[in-house]
């Protein structure tokens, strides 16, 4: 099993930043992809970037150039940077792994966190 604990969400004001981490724990040997998913008030969950053990990534098109997500291995924690938030952004955003590649669906992925809310304001 493994544990995912998302942390650094809430309010900034269109333009601004924030920077979301993901501790995971229990059998993080085993974790290859780890992605960032969002979801919105009467929206789809949707990935919005995912990284992979090698360092390869993914980003949904309407975050490329504005949110960056890296991994630190070591510290068993993936991050997700956001720069130049818009107010569309504003989702609870959910850390999740699985045991294999990147992957893009939410149901590919078996483990989740709990989720934190960022908030975007125009």
């Known amino acids: 099993q493994v544990q995912l604990v998302e942390s650094g969400g809430g309010s900034v004001q269109a333009g601004g930043s924030l920077r979301l981490s993901c501790a995971a724990s229990?059998?993080?040997?085993?974790?290859?992809?780890v992605g960032w998913f969002r979801q919105a008030p009467g929206k789809e969950r949707e990935l919005v970037a995912a990284?992979?053990?090698?360092?390869?990534?993914y980003y949904v098109e309407s975050v490329k150039g504005r949110f960056s997500i890296s991994r630190d291995n070591a510290k068993n924690t993936a991050y997700l940077q956001m720069d130049s938030l818009k107010p569309e952004d504003t989702a609870v955003y959910y850390c999740?792994?699985?045991?294999?590649?990147?992957?893009?669906?939410?149901?590919?992925?078996?483990?989740w966190g709990q989720g934190t809310q960022v908030t975007v304001s125009s």
């Open positions: 999740a792994a699985r045991l294999y590649g990147l992957a893009y669906g939410p149901d590919q992925y078996p483990y």
């Open positions: 229990g059998r993080t040997i085993s974790v290859n992809a």
């Open positions: 990284i992979d053990r090698s360092g390869t990534k």
